[in-house]
């Protein structure tokens, strides 16, 4: 039977189950955490905006093009990402499902190669990660039999 991997994360956590097949429930494989996505904005930059010197009398502040704590949140799903990847080219699993709030999924969705992306087969864009693993399992029973 086909292994599934069922990533259940947001910015700041994320849980990775394995199932082997009907009747096998969920199984823990990973927890995986990202403190840096809780932190306040302020904490996550080293000090004020740079100054950019500009033709005229005044200066102008630079600030960066994202914020700091989107930022985090795109490493996060960087670190999953070639997680699930890694799995996937080294044969541990055969279909993916992704669980994720609608902003967090777009971050994943955009950092999994093409070969892993095609291997998802249900999207849920929640936040289940503070669902205990029999109230996820009834989250997911409409694509997996457990």
Known sequence: ??????????????KLY???????????VKDMKHPESREKASDLVSDRPGQMHS????H???????DPKTNE????????????????SSGQVERL???APPAFMGMLNEKLDGPTANLV???FEKDYT?????????????????
């Open 1 to 14: 039977m086909a292994t599934t991997w069922i990533l259940v994360a947001n910015a700041s956590q994320a």
């Open 18 to 28: 394995a199932n082997t097949g009907p009747k096998k429930g969920l199984v823990l």
């Open 55 to 58: 033709p005229g009398n005044g």
């Open 60 to 66: 102008r502040a630079s600030q960066p093009k994202t």
């Open 73 to 88: 949140a795109r490493h996060f799903a960087q670190e999953l990402a070639r997680e699930l990847n890694h799995g996937r």
């Open 97 to 99: 499902i992704l669980v």
């Open 121 to 123: 087969s249900d999207r």
């Open 130 to 146: 503070k669902s205990t693993d029999k109230e996820l399992a009834g989250h997911l029973e409409s694509c997996i039999f457990l």
